[in-house]
């Protein structure tokens, strides 16, 4: 399996723009977890997905995030309009019911900057 | 949840073993301790977990004292590319709140 997707890798766009990280989880997979990590604030979860329904979006900073997973094979993260304060990276992540929801498995992340 | 309590910084010469401790005193008897790593500029990984055994996978192994207050995870020959923060977590096995909480971990470093 190729492991999680995430496109892009880098993203660098300026303030107020919208922005759309994707993400492919491993086949077979039924939990779905979006992550952001800054220095400041180290690793945060933004929101999960069990079976593509949203579960729990506490994490989510306001209203400018959403998320959404049309099918099991796709999840995405929009940011619209971006603010500088969103620069970090952000990953995604899935596990499977074979081996738990904490046996997670992390996509490589993608880097936004926002200037 | 437990909280977890780990040394912020840890050095180890490159094939020897890594020994990296975790205290969780206030450990409940459902919750299972989780070990994860993050090499720079990557996500993380996840390594091993156990309930009260002791685990073993082709990784590391995990020895958890028998109050289960306590773990040590172990890279029995380390090396360079095992340079990384290293998270300890315990959780409850359950369904529910399902977000891992990864603390600040331990900074390895493997020096050659």
């Known amino acids: 399996d190729a492991g999680v997707i995430q496109s892009p890798r880098h993203e660098v766009t300026e303030m107020g723009q919208e922005v759309t990280l994707r993400c492919k989880p491993i086949s077979g997979h039924d939990y779905l977890f979006w992550y952001r990590q800054t220095m400041m604030r180290g690793l945060e979860l933004l929101i999960y997905f069990n079976n593509n329904v949203p579960i729990d979006d506490s994490g989510m900073p306001e209203d400018r995030f959403s998320a959404k997973m049309p099918n099991a094979s796709f999840s995405n993260l929009k940011i619209q309009p971006s603010e500088p304060r969103d620069s970090a990276v952000y990953f995604c992540a899935s596990s499977s019911p074979e081996t738990g929801v904490y046996e997670q498995y992390f996509g490589p992340g993608t880097r936004l900057t926002v200037t | 949840d437990a909280k977890t309590t780990q040394p912020p910084s840890m050095d180890c010469a490159e094939g020897r073993a890594a020994n990296l401790p975790c205290n969780h005193s206030t450990i409940s008897g459902n919750e299972y301790v989780y070990w994860y790593r993050q090499i720079h500029s990557q996500g993380p990984q996840y390594i091993i977990h156990?309930?009260?055994n002791n685990e073993t996978n082709e990784m590391a192994s995990l020895i958890i004292t028998e109050d289960r207050k306590s773990s040590t995870l172990i890279l029995p020959h380390a090396t360079l590319r095992d340079t990384a923060v290293y998270y300890c977590?315990?959780?409850?096995?359950?369904?529910?709140?399902?977000?891992?909480?990864f603390g600040t971990g331990t900074r390895l470093t493997v020096i050659p």
């Open positions: 156990g309930l009260k």
């Open positions: 977590i315990v959780r409850a096995d359950q369904t529910g709140a399902n977000n891992l909480f």
